[in-house]
């Protein structure tokens, strides 16, 4: 019996690295087809790790390490020493793949002149590459630490938290970018919280939410 709910669970944790890793490629995909190619920025961790390199010049690979693995840490409080684990291998899944992309080129056209279909696809792209990760257990990124977490703490649902995070860094980027590229941008992130929302499944009852927490607590037990 202990055998077969070992193999079950194995199964299941396997199962989430594979999620982890789809997610993680397409996340890498619509970043850098339709965010970056398109000049739509992000709110979040990510926002805020363009925010510090323009005003104080400092490298988002130096920013990115002490700030993702800090709040990695937090997670990994509340949700266990897997979370730790599978959100560390969906950013290290996430950097292979747009290495590989950036690698590649563009494969979609540009669509800088039709800047609200581009902020459509972008905010598709981040809300489902995030939504399948986070439903599998782990986070793309330290902003997503913090929607779960504050999930876990107060009231509020996830898309409410992302809506938050990423309006507080978006209003600070004002300090260099355009109110044109910030409106666009708040309609990427508005589409990308609502898709992960769903699918981290937030409805209107709490029997999605319960199956996602097990979710969580059966990665403890690996």
Known sequence: MEKTRKGGR???????????????????FGSFNFNYQNGVTEGGVLGLLLLIKNIFDISPSVTALI??????????????????????FASLSFSSWYKMWESIGFIVPNLSNNMLLASILAGMGVGIGIGIIVRAGGAAGGDDVIALVGTKLTSLKVNHIYMI??????????????????????????????????????????????????????????
């Open 10 to 28: 194995l199964k299941k944790y396997i199962k989430n690295l594979a999620l982890i890793v789809l997610g993680s490629c397409i996340l890498a």
């Open 67 to 88: 700030i993702d693995l800090s709040l990695f840490a937090l997670g990994a409080k509340f949700f266990g020493k897997q979370f730790l684990v599978l959100s560390i």
């Open 165 to 222: 995070t990423d309006f507080i860094v978006l209003i600070l980027s004002l300090s260099y970018l355009s109110f044109k590229q910030i409106l666009f941008s708040l309609i990427a992130v508005t589409i990308s919280g609502k898709i992960i929302s769903i699918m981290y499944g937030e409805g209107e009852d709490n029997d999605a939410d319960k199956s996602l927490q097990e979710e969580f607590a059966s990665t403890k037990e690996i």
